[in-house]
T-cell receptor, first 113, second 109 residues
Framework: NAGVTQTPKFQVLKTGQSMTLQCAQD?????MYWYRQDPGMGLRLIYY???????DKGEVPNGYNVSRLNKREFSLRLESAAPSQTSVYFC????????????FGPGTRLTVT | EDQVTQSPEALRLQEGESSSLNCSYT??????LFWYRQDPGKGPEFLFT???AGEEKEKERLKATLTKKESFLHITAPKPEDSATYLC??????????FGTGTLLAVQP
C-alpha cells in the first residue's frame, strides 16, 4: 500500500513556463485535495475533488487548474508559473468530505525563478 | 472569521521532560479537530481526530484532548524521535480544513 504518491519531488521552472503535478492514491478514497505550504502560513487549500467527476475551488485557486482523471488520480496544473507560486505542494485524500481525516503525499517542492 | 492558532511556535524539551502543545480555535461550527505530525521534507502524518468537547485520544506518548475553545497535545516523557512539527487543523465545513501554522518540537537527548 503506497498511500498517496506525488511526482515530481522537486521542480524548478522559469516564469511563464507550465507544468503538471501528478497525484495518485491507492486507498479507494472518494475525495482528493491539493494544498500549498508556505513558511509562516498554514496549509492552504487550492482545489479539491469531492468525488470522481467533480472539482471545486479552495482558498487560493488563482493560477491553477485541476483534473480528476479517475478515482485514483488528481493532477494540478500551473499554466503560466509565477514566482509567487514557489511553494511546497501537497496532495491529500480522504474517505469522505466532512470530518474525515486526510492522508497526505510526500510533497513537491517547486521553485519558480 | 474562522481561525486556528497554535502555541508555542517552537518548543525545546529535554528527553523525558513532559509538556503540552496548544491549539486554540474560533470557528462557527466545529465538525472535527485533527492533529498531524510533519517531519522535515515530508507530508503531514495523521495522528488523531477529536469530535466533541471532553473527548481524549492516546497513542504511545501522545494524548490529545478537546474543549470547546482549544485542544491540547500532551507529550509524556518525550524521546528525540518525537521531534517534529505538530499541526492542528479544524474542519468547519464540508471540504474546508483550516490549519494552524504548527509547533516545532525539538527533544534533546
Amino acid at each position: 500500500n503506497a498511500g498517496v504518491t506525488q511526482t515530481p519531488k522537486f521542480q524548478v521552472l522559469k516564469t511563464g513556463q507550465s507544468m503538471t503535478l501528478q497525484c495518485a492514491q491507492d486507498m479507494n478514497h472518494n475525495s482528493m485535495y491539493w494544498y500549498r505550504q508556505d513558511p509562516g502560513m498554514g496549509l492552504r487549500l487550492i482545489y479539491y475533488s469531492a468525488s470522481e467527476g467533480t472539482t471545486d475551488k479552495g482558498e487560493v485557486p488563482n493560477g491553477y487548474n485541476v483534473s480528476r482523471l479517475n478515482k485514483r488520480e488528481f493532477s494540478l496544473r500551473l499554466e503560466s508559473a509565477a514566482p509567487s507560486q514557489t511553494s511546497v505542494y501537497f496532495c491529500a485524500s480522504s474517505s469522505g468530505t466532512s470530518a474525515y481525516e486526510q492522508y497526505f503525499g510526500p510533497g513537491t517542492r517547486l521553485t519558480v525563478t | 472569521e474562522d481561525q486556528v492558532t497554535q502555541s508555542p511556535e517552537a518548543l525545546r524539551l529535554q528527553e523525558g521532560e513532559s509538556s503540552s502543545l496548544n491549539c486554540s480555535y474560533t470557528v462557527s461550527g466545529l465538525r472535527g479537530l485533527f492533529w498531524y505530525r510533519q517531519d522535515p521534507g515530508k507530508g503531514p502524518e495523521f495522528l488523531f481526530t477529536l469530535y466533541s468537547a471532553g473527548e481524549e485520544k492516546e497513542k504511545e506518548r501522545l494524548k490529545a484532548t478537546l474543549t470547546k475553545k482549544e485542544s491540547f497535545l500532551h507529550i509524556t516523557a518525550p524521546k528525540p524521535e518525537d521531534s517534529a512539527t505538530y499541526l492542528c487543523a479544524v474542519d468547519v465545513a464540508t471540504n474546508k480544513l483550516i490549519f494552524g501554522t504548527g509547533t516545532l518540537l525539538a527533544v534533546q537527548p
